[in-house]
């Protein structure tokens, strides 16, 4: 087994999913100027679904596995852009710029949705059975098949937010508001209808990448929370708002933490990406691809 | 007297309470309620008092930590006297805090905001995987000095309110007006000759003194202290505690400490429900009172013929 | 009246993303005079105020003022040594009162507290806001934010005290109050001013001097007179200066 290879593999097997899920945080503050600390709920949320129902579709379907998958996330997308709405509506709605407000509203969701997700979900691990079966052998590092697929599907929905950010009026509508507000609203488009959609958009990224991992591990209702601080190293990285920032950010830590994962554990990978964001900062406050004026 | 004076004497009145019922109350349950609100208060004064600067610092919940954990290791291990624990608990986290201040404080907004979450998680991280002060089980076995037990409530209510007698004394004084001064400009602050990164640190190291005493008081109240303790979660809730006070006034620290304190004694004996509803309470406050307490009580006051005081401005959104 | 170089610039350059926004520019400030800087649009004056108080740094050339390297040092720094400016937008705490703004200013430079308070309400008379002290900056009417904004830089008594725009918005009794605050910062401070305005009737009246930037460059310095009459800045000026 090549070793470079193997860890390779394994930054894009993990860099995949976490890309997904800080591209949904960054998105939301580009549009917002918000945080969404519970962004990881919207990820649980997904994984739960997708968990719960994959063994109730097997047997009463009677269908493929995978066709089985897309359900099951088409399922746990819709959930999590019915809690976006609801979330969006009685809350983040008034909490627009407001970077406080927004952070003691997303983290008040947060304890109540856990209390939620235990009462609907019970705090029992749920292993969600293999889709595919076998292993693939890339440039000399080996991976699941159940992995690639999942990589591919990551890849995927990555590339289609970046086709509907750069082709589509709606697209445009949101870059524009990420980059100037004011500028945008005296060309006539909508603020508040287009940070809903931005918000939308943003949780169902945390959802796909949710529903993408629920495969691959146990999914219980605290899951979202461990990709949290990895996605906000991401985005110091990448930048606040960059949608390229977040792809390289996410890579960045997946690298680092395969690498440092591999030789001593994921807590001290965890501790060196911090400790290298330090350093990072005393070099370049500004960020990698973010800019801060001073 | 104007608004902004009635509400310093009711979070200074509210504190003299706290001290009278320490000092006289038999009951055990009341004393530990008083000792649970006093230090909510201090962990709340400590976030705003960095928050004046604009800045939401989350990591008051990392020195809070690492003021226990000093302390704790002192005591339990070394055997120090208490009071010297204290302040050596105070003064470690805030020599953390410059050099992470020094470093991080170069960014604002959602940036040092983010940092501060990190370092906070990291720092929990890190005891975990250290063995030697007991890991994820955490420590166990810290002690008040014997004689001090029958008083430790009063102690604390004690050092408490002096310490928020200093963030008054210096939010009110020329220094307090520099901060919010940063808050609002930091170029033009910066311009006259401010040095406005070490103004900042120096409020951190400040607000991380108290709460590395906070986090010291805490460990000896509660016998034992574990990462979990010390998770972001202290700093929303002081945050939490500051929002529905209301963040303009320096007693909405106080108000806002006491009734959800009061409020989570009641959540409690939901059982497993306690995290939903407080949770809710958040919310639901976040929704109603959007300028906190201290902002309905100025409303009120306000319809009754009062008028409106020249109140810090809360803290920037976004940069 | 002219007396020695106080702030000397010489082939100061920046440039963002490839674009040079100053370019090997050279100009001196003499003390006790008021220095005007022009420009079309986009000709590089508040990108030479940021370098010379310490906002952006310098790619290329060396900032000396009073005598002292200041090259690449903070903002706060400069302004420790008597280089104060002013800001074009944002230029208040729009949040804090008349008194705390000009508070800010003085705290740097004036310790004592009787002293300090003496030299508020120095400043504040200066610039006429003595009535306003407990007003909120964003309250007042923009005549009178662009006056406090003066006295935020001027409490701190600078040798050098650079003005950006501080004209902009004003009708014509203000902008003659303004003008006379000025002058007076000069004639009963004996402070050196660097005045930049789009008001050019106003500079040349005010101005014993004037420079004029067009592209990050120098086009050409002297006299109102003399300025007045160079083809190069009258074409420069006509021709809008960026086609």
């Known amino acids: 087994m090549d070793l470079a290879a193997q860890l390779l593999v394994n930054t894009l097997q993990i860099g995949s999913v976490y890309v997904l899920f800080a591209l949904g945080l960054t998105l939301i503050f580009g549009v917002m100027k918000i945080v969404n600390f519970a962004h990881g709920e919207f990820f649980s949320l997904a994984a739960l679904v997708v968990a719960v129902l994959m063994p109730v579709l097997a047997p009463a379907l009677g269908l493929p596995l995978w066709v089985d998958f897309l359900i099951a996330l088409a399922a746990a997308i819709g959930a999590v852009l019915v809690l976006g709405t609801l979330t969006y509506w009685i809350g983040f709605e008034r909490y627009l710029r407001d970077l406080v407000g927004s952070f003691i509203l997303s983290v008040g969701l947060i304890l109540f949705l856990q209390g939620v997700f235990v009462e609907i979900f019970t705090a029992t691990p749920r292993p969600v059975e293999p889709i595919v079966t076998g292993t693939i052998s890339i440039f000399g590092g080996r991976i699941t098949a159940q992995r690639l697929l999942i990589v591919a599907l990551a890849i995927t929905f990555t590339a289609m937010l970046y086709l509907v950010l750069q082709r589509t009026k709606l697209g445009k509508a949101l870059r524009a508001v990420a980059e100037d507000r004011e500028a945008a609203m005296l060309q006539g488009i909508r603020y508040r209808s287009i940070s809903f959609y931005g918000w939308l958009i943003g949780v169902s990224m945390a959802g796909l990448a949710g529903a993408l991992i629920a495969p691959l591990t146990v999914s219980q209702p605290a899951i979202g929370g461990d990709y949290l601080i990895k996605a906000f190293i991401i985005i110091i990285i990448g930048g606040l708002g960059s949608i390229p920032g977040a792809i390289f950010g996410g890579l960045l830590v997946a690298l680092i933490e395969s690498i440092f994962g591999y030789y001593y554990d994921l807590t001290i990978a965890t501790i060196i990406m911090f400790v290298l964001v330090m350093v990072f900062l005393l070099v370049r406050p500004q960020g990698l691809m973010g800019h801060v004026e001073r | 007297m104007s608004n902004a004076k009635w509400a310093d004497v009711i979070g200074w009145a509210l504190l003299a309470v706290l001290l009278v019922l320490a000092l006289t109350s038999g009951d055990t349950y009341t004393l530990k309620v008083v000792l649970w609100i006093s230090l909510n208060i201090l962990a709340a004064a400590a976030l705003r008092f960095v928050m004046l600067t604009g800045e939401l610092n989350i990591a008051t919940a990392a020195f809070w930590g690492v003021g226990a954990y000093v302390a704790a290791i002192l005591t339990a291990w070394y055997k120090l006297p208490f009071f010297l624990s204290l302040l050596i608990g105070g003064l470690a986290p805030m020599l953390l805090s410059v050099l992470f201040g020094y470093v991080t404080l170069r960014t604002k907004g959602p940036y040092f905001m983010l940092i501060s979450f990190a370092f906070t998680e990291v720092l929990r991280l890190i005891y975990t995987q250290t063995e030697s002060i007991g890991g994820n089980s955490g420590m166990i076995g810290i002690y008040p000095p014997r004689w001090l037990d029958p008083y430790y409530s009063a102690i604390v209510v004690a050092i408490v309110a002096a310490l928020l007698a200093v963030f008054f004394w210096l939010e009110r004084g020329a220094f307090g007006k520099l901060l919010k001064a940063i808050q609002n400009n930091d170029a033009v602050t910066e311009s006259v000759g401010i040095d406005v990164l070490k103004m900042k640190v120096i409020c951190l190291a400040v607000a991380s003194f108290a709460a590395g005493v906070g986090g010291a008081l805490f460990a000896h109240a509660n016998r034992v202290i574990s990462p979990g303790d010390f998770s972001f979660l202290v700093a929303v809730y002081a945050l939490a505690y500051v929002k529905i006070g209301g963040e303009t006034q320096f007693s909405g620290a106080i108000i806002g400490a006491v009734l959800l304190t009061l409020l989570n004694q009641y959540v409690i004996a939901f059982g497993h429900y306690e995290h939903l509803f407080f949770g809710g309470a958040i919310v639901v406050a976040m929704l109603v009172l959007p300028n906190g307490l201290m902002g309905l009580f100025e409303r009120v006051a306000i319809a009754f013929g009062g008028t409106r005081e020249n109140a810090a401005p809360a803290a920037r959104g976004g940069h | ?243």
């Open chain 3, 1 to 243: 009246m002219a007396g020695g170089t106080l702030l000397e610039a010489s082939g100061i350059s920046r440039s963002f993303g490839g674009l040079k926004a100053v370019s090997n520019l050279s100009f001196a400030v003499r003390e006790n005079e008021i220095l005007g800087l022009i420009g079309p649009n986009g000709a590089g004056k508040s990108t030479t105020f940021n370098l010379i108080s310490g906002y952006y740094r310098p790619h290329a050339g060396k900032l000396t003022f009073a005598g002292r390297d200041i090259t690449g040092f903070k903002p706060s720094k400069v302004g420790r040594l008597g280089l104060v400016r002013t800001f074009q937008h944002h230029s208040l705490l729009a949040d804090l009162s008349v008194y705390e703004n000009i508070l800010t200013g003085a705290y740097m430079f004036v310790r004592d507290a009787a002293e300090r308070e003496q030299r508020i309400r120095e400043t504040a008379g200066l610039v006429g806001l003595t009535s306003h002290m407990d007003e909120l900056a964003k309250n007042l009417p923009h005549g009178h934010q662009r006056l406090l904004s003066i006295a935020i830089a001027f409490a701190s008594r600078p040798k050098l005290l650079c003005l950006d725009e501080p004209l902009t918005g004003l009708n014509g009794a203000e902008i003659n109050h303004a003008l006379d605050v000025i002058r007076r910062i000069r004639d009963d401070f004996g402070t050196t001013i660097l005045l930049v305005d789009h008001n050019i009737r106003a500079v040349m009246r005010t101005c014993g001097r004037i420079v004029v930037l067009n592209f990050g460059e120098k086009l050409a310095e002297g006299s109102p007179e003399d300025v007045s009459r160079n083809p190069e800045v009258i074409r420069a000026y006509l021709g809008g200066g960026t086609a």
